[in-house]
């Protein structure tokens, strides 16, 4: 699986940006894809994840009722909607794929060494 992810930018605080990550390879459709996020000097975190059906999603706390991940399994794409955005969003966004094993639950998925493929990231920045 190969991700591309776009649609980051500089947008201040409050508003909203739509990422998006495109894949390619026939095994999308039984991937969980995940959104990671990484600040400058921080490690890379969790921000989000839609396993393979769409039916389920993760989120972390911080972006609980702001964020929704979403999937079209027909045009092998990920998006994740950033409403009320926050300085403390900026970070580079990077999408993941991995393999949706059909149990297992957020611990497992929210976890970034269970994700074998990663896009090139992108850039979020908002300023206050």
């Known amino acids: 699986v190969q991700l591309q992810a776009s649609g980051g930018g500089l947008q201040q605080a409050g508003g909203s940006l739509r990422l998006s990550c495109a894949a390619s390879?026939?095994?999308?459709?039984?991937?969980?894809v995940g959104w990671f996020r990484q600040a400058p000097g921080k490690e890379r975190d969790f921000v989000a994840a839609?396993?393979?059906?769409?039916?389920?999603?993760y989120y972390a706390e911080s972006v609980k009722g702001r964020f929704t991940i979403s999937r079209d399994n027909a045009k092998n794409t990920v998006y994740l909607q950033m409403n009320s955005l926050k300085p403390e969003d900026t970070a580079t966004y990077y999408c993941?794929?991995?393999?949706?094993?059909?149990?297992?639950?957020?611990?497992?998925?929210?976890?970034?060494?269970?994700?074998?493929?990663w896009g090139q990231g992108t850039l979020v920045t908002v300023s206050s």
């Open positions: 993941a794929a991995g393999p949706d094993y059909g149990g297992g639950g957020s611990y497992y998925y929210t976890n970034r060494d269970n994700y074998d493929y």
């Open positions: 839609i396993r393979r059906t769409g039916g389920i999603t």
């Open positions: 390879g026939r095994t999308f459709y039984s991937s969980v």
